[in-house]
């Protein structure tokens, strides 16, 4: 949520308007969660009952992750090996340096050098390789692109990159609407929504 209210702030959007829009926001998502989350179910079965494999059509992978976390800080012997202890240590420590380091004696125009750690860490969290590809693509596209033309740039690419991120969240809707249907299990919504999409897979 502070996130959130960071991003509203460098758009210039007011507090007030932002609590209203998260308030009116977090009211409709209460009651449109659970229909959602009964239809994937029954999209995807595996949702509930993960199989042996893990592979699941519509899994949700940083709730597996926050789940591992919440079963180790409960569990009554550490589950994880120490290691992995000291690397989040260590990582939490590198990462607040930097950040010190970026505000005292870093020159802003090296501030796109200095390593974005919350990118870093969702690239922990969730555990699909595919998604720090995906990240990490984008990225460079988006870096080149507003060195070539940063007034195209500033006009088209946040936008660009929210109707992406907003895009595949609904294609998911309507490929799961689909298969409820009976006509997405046997990849006919994959060719109706990324026609392309099958043969880079």
């Known amino acids: 949520m502070t996130g959130d209210l960071k991003t509203g702030h460098l758009i210039g959007a007011k507090p007030k308007v932002q609590f209203v829009a998260q308030l009116v926001g977090s009211t409709v998502a209460s009651f449109l ?15 509930l009952y993960p199989p042996e494999d893990g592979q699941c059509a519509y899994g949700a992978p940083s709730v ?6 919440a079963t180790a800080v409960t569990a009554p012997k550490l589950p994880i090996p120490p290691s992995s202890g000291y690397t989040a240590i260590g990582l939490s420590i590198l990462a607040a340096i930097c950040v010190v380091a970026k505000h005292l004696w870093i020159p802003r125009k090296y501030w796109h050098w200095v390593p974005n750690w919350n990118a870093i860490g969702l690239g922990f969290v969730v555990p699909q390789t595919f998604y720090a590809v995906a990240m990490g693509f984008g990225s460079i596209m988006y870096y ?15 936008p660009l990159a929210a109707g992406l991120l907003a895009g595949e969240g609904l294609g998911g809707v309507v490929q799961a609407l689909l298969t409820v249907a009976g006509v997405g299990g046997d990849g006919i919504s994959e060719y109706i929504f990324v026609p392309l999409g099958l043969g880079l897979l």
């Open 33 to 47: 969660t659970v229909g959602l989350f009964v239809l994937f179910t029954k999209a995807s079965p595996c949702i």
């Open 144 to 158: 080149v692109w507003e060195i070539k033309n940063p007034a195209q740039f500033d006009m088209y690419g946040f």
């Open 64 to 69: 597996s992750a926050w789940a591992a976390v």
